[in-house]
């Protein structure tokens, strides 16, 4: 089992539309947590930390649910140029040197 | 503008040959890294390290080496023991603790011919 899953997707959905995002991950030590965006060959961008009383910023929103050791994205109202790939990243915060990346999940916007 | 960077954008190697990715930072981070991304596939740690003249390999180490002579600057070379070094490789830098949020630079795309 992977330390860090991640639906691969791809999610297809029109403009306007909630989408929602599921990681879990198996070490019940880790600390802290992570969403990055990913566009096509490029590098990963910090979208957001998550926070334990969860937290949003704009359209987006991050939740955590440390006893059943998931996180989640939501995407409100999806715009075109929400198109990428999410990437949940996993600190163990043992070793402040390492973080678990998940595999990402595709997301399509369409008009 | 602070940032991270990461030289050349893309490289062309023969069979046989090492060769050296350059990433440097001017975020006063702690903390450096180097992921491998093969197409399709997620970020895989190759090495980290988190103070100078101080490193550890990571889950793909074989084939590479690292250095961190200098705070700023963390170099990779792929040697020829490499079996597939076709890849896309990021380097990344945080400030460390436990937090420990990323900051990627650009991406070097290497491709062995």
């Known amino acids: 089992r992977k330390e860090v899953e991640q639906d691969p997707g791809p999610f297809n959905v029109p403009e306007g539309a909630t989408v929602a995002f599921n990681c879990t991950y198996s070490?019940?030590?880790?600390?802290?947590f992570f969403w990055y965006r990913q566009d096509c060959r490029k590098e990963p961008k910090l979208l957001m930390s998550v926070y334990s009383s969860g937290n949003e910023d704009g359209r987006f929103t991050a939740q955590l649910n440390r006893a059943s050791q998931y996180i989640s994205l939501l995407i409100r109202d999806s715009k075109l140029s929400d198109s990428a790939t999410y990437l949940c990243?996993?600190?163990?915060?043992?070793?402040?040197?390492?973080?678990?990346f998940g595999d990402g999940t595709t997301l399509t916007v369409k008009p | 503008d602070g940032g991270i960077t990461q030289s050349p954008k893309y490289l062309f190697r023969k069979e046989g040959q090492n060769v050296t990715l350059s990433c440097e930072q001017n975020l006063n981070h702690d903390a450096m890294y180097w992921y491998r991304q093969d197409p399709g596939q997620g970020l895989r740690l190759i090495y980290y390290?988190?103070?100078?003249?101080?490193?550890q390999k990571g889950d793909i180490a074989e084939g590479y080496s690292v250095s961190r002579e200098k705070k700023e600057s963390f170099p990779l070379t792929v040697t020829s023991a490499q079996k597939n070094p076709t890849a896309f490789y990021l380097c990344?830098?945080?400030?460390?603790?436990?937090?420990?949020?990323?900051?990627f630079g650009p991406g070097t795309r290497l491709t062995v011919l």
């Open positions: 070490n019940s030590a880790s600390q802290s």
């Open positions: 990243v996993v600190n163990a915060g043992t070793n402040a040197g390492k973080s678990t």
């Open positions: 990344a830098s945080s400030s460390g603790g436990d937090y420990n949020e990323q900051f």
């Open positions: 390290s988190q103070i100078v003249n101080d490193f």
